[in-house]
């Protein structure tokens, strides 16, 4: 139980092109899911958390206008990188929780982005 | 200031010996500390979730130890296989619902035959 998918698994794409990665939660309701972007060798690192049906808090440093992120039912959340360039390749993963808050998360298989 | 150090940075021992994996944290009060193993280009999976009462928990080959008055974890590999190359990353959950989980930057182990 408690699967996450992410997709797609990698996509390489143009600068200023936009990019849509869907994660979903396969057999539970993801009350709250993160996303999280991870750069070599370093750990994972928290962009926003969303709640279904409200918008997404954004962590410090992260811009609200170039990483779009829509939890628009129980069981998948968005993350649209708009305008890419290539410092926004990175290997981008979430996670989802079945309750409120961050304790328990079930994390996805990740995307690898690669802008060119 | 809330932080997960790990130690050592990486490590490379060959196929069969055991090697054990430090973690040491000044979140507090903290909910649980988890232990999750990386491959390469894929999501963390957890290995073991140990709440602050547990001093040990373990997963088969993988065993995690608490000490909550130090405030250190280790998990120990026994047997290791080739497949246990990977980067392991001890994650702390701060003890109040809705703060962000606190992730060691990792240790990076390479099994080698």
């Known amino acids: 139980g408690a699967v996450v998918s992410q997709h797609p698994s990698w996509v390489i794409c143009k600068s200023g092109t936009s990019v849509k990665i869907e994660c979903r939660s396969l057999d539970f309701q993801a009350t709250t899911m993160f996303w999280y972007r991870q750069f070599p060798k370093q750990s994972l690192m928290l962009m926003a958390t969303s709640n279904e049906g409200s918008k997404a808090t954004y962590e410090q440093g992260v811009e609200k206008d170039k990483f779009l992120i829509n939890h628009a039912s129980l069981t998948l959340s968005t993350l649209t990188v708009t305008s890419a360039h290539p410092e926004d390749s990175s290997f981008y993963i979430c996670?989802?929780?079945?309750?409120?808050?961050?304790?328990?998360?079930?994390f996805g298989p990740g995307t690898r982005l690669t802008v060119l | 200031k809330n932080q997960v150090e790990q130690s050592p940075q990486s490590l490379i021992i060959l196929e069969g010996k055991n090697c054990t994996l430090q973690?040491?944290?000044?979140?507090?009060?903290?909910?649980?500390l988890r232990w999750y193993k990386q491959d390469t280009g894929r999501g963390p999976v957890s290995l073991t979730i140990m709440t602050f009462s547990e001093n040990t928990k373990s997963n088969g080959r993988y065993t995690a130890t608490l000490d909550a008055d130090t405030k250190q974890s280790s998990l120990h590999i026994t047997a290791s296989q080739l497949s246990d190359s990977a980067s392991y990353i001890c994650v702390v959950s701060p003890n109040t619902g809705f703060q962000k989980l606190v992730f060691g930057t990792g240790t990076r182990l390479l099994v080698s035959p």
């Open positions: 973690c040491n944290y000044t979140v507090s009060p903290f909910s649980n």
């Open positions: 996670s989802a929780s079945d309750r409120a808050g961050p304790d328990t998360q079930y």
